[in-house]
């Protein structure tokens, strides 16, 4: 069966430091991962997601993931965190047919100035 | 393009009670998701429907049903409440229900049972 663990439940950055959540997966197959974001009260938003080809991939608001096969993780990087970045981050494996994702725990991100 | 709307927002009901909850996707989107969202259990999925048709189900009690309208529209419906059942319901559209589909979520629907 496929799961996501996410091992940070709190991470806190200072404004301006570089960031990385980390995000482990297990699923037999080729894996298809997403990150998605949720700010309180609101729905979940994609940053990115990899499913083949380049193991670095961009998404929005200045964030990239790098996935390694060999360790099965997909850790989600930025390189300089503003105020704004402050919400939950969820790593998320689904399967090649229909849109069902398994979702990790999360990881609360707390931005101080 | 309107995004996924959910209606109502915020839900209050009392245990033994029924519910529905609506979700409107993306205008073109055929598949639709649903999701449960708590503090203990995290992010679940509920159910996928696609072209009217349930393709995907998550491990939930049968109290837990869904449907699918012809203008892709979906509606939850839960059952005899339980306390348990207190959480934001999340809907997600996408396109063509593909695996490399992104879901749009919906802001949820928070449902307080009581």
């Known amino acids: 069966a496929q799961s996501v663990t996410q091992p940070d439940i709190h991470i806190t950055v200072s404004e301006g430091a570089s960031l990385e959540l980390r995000c482990n997966y297990s699923y037999g197959a080729t894996p298809y991962l997403f990150w998605y974001v949720q700010s309180p009260g609101q729905g979940l938003q994609l940053l990115l997601k990899?499913?083949?080809?380049?193991?670095l991939v961009q998404g929005i608001k200045g964030f990239e993931a790098e996935f390694k096969r060999s360790q099965s993780s997909f850790n989600l990087r930025k390189p300089s965190v503003h105020w704004s970045d402050a919400a939950e981050y969820f790593c998320a494996v689904g399967q090649g047919y229909g849109n069902k994702l398994v979702f990790g725990a999360g990881t609360i991100l707390r931005v101080k100035s | 393009k309107a995004g996924v709307t959910q209606t109502p927002r915020y839900l209050i009901k009392t245990r033994g009670q029924q519910v529905t909850l609506s979700c409107s996707p993306i205008s073109g989107h055929r598949s639709v998701s649903w999701y449960q969202q708590t503090p203990g259990q995290g992010l679940q999925f509920l159910f996928e429907?696609?072209?009217?048709?349930?393709?995907n189900k998550g491990n939930f009690p049968g109290r837990f049903s869904g449907r699918q309208f012809s203008n892709s529209r979906s509606e939850m419906n839960v059952s005899t409440l339980e306390l348990g059942d207190s959480a934001l319901y999340l809907c997600?559209?996408?396109?063509?229900?593909?695996?490399?589909?992104?879901?749009?979520f919906g802001p949820g629907t928070r449902l307080t049972v009581l």
């Open positions: 997600a559209s996408s396109l063509a229900g593909q695996g490399t589909d992104t879901q749009y």
């Open positions: 990899y499913f083949s080809g380049d193991t």
């Open positions: 429907y696609f072209s009217e048709t349930q393709r």
